[in-house]
């Protein structure tokens, strides 16, 4: 399995989110403390782009359809979809000067 880097854990808000381009793929990177969540930045919908919603809290309203979903699970409530946000796997490790927000790439 491969890591990425995608940031490190101070460039992403506590209680923000913050999208990166990662090798043609856009993370939407969730954070509440040292937790972080990262999804494909495209609402199951039609795949426009999340990062233009609302954030109020822990749940991401869709800026083109309404649909609202929680960052922590990837769980849509329902109204408009009712896939879930394409969950992308990461982890946070201990670099020089922090941490750091690595994706994991391969067999998994």
Known sequence: MEKVRVCSLDEVPDGGVKVFRIGG???LVFRRGKSVFAYDNRC???GFSLYLG???GDRLRCGFHGEVF???SGKSEGRVVKR????IPI???GEAGGFGVYMLRGDH
Do not use: A, D, F, Q
């Open 25 to 27: 793929v856009e993370v």
């Open 44 to 46: 199951p919908h039609m």
């Open 54 to 56: 609302e954030l109020k």
């Open 70 to 72: 929680h960052l922590e």
């Open 84 to 87: 879930p946000l394409v969950k």
């Open 91 to 93: 982890i946070v490790e």
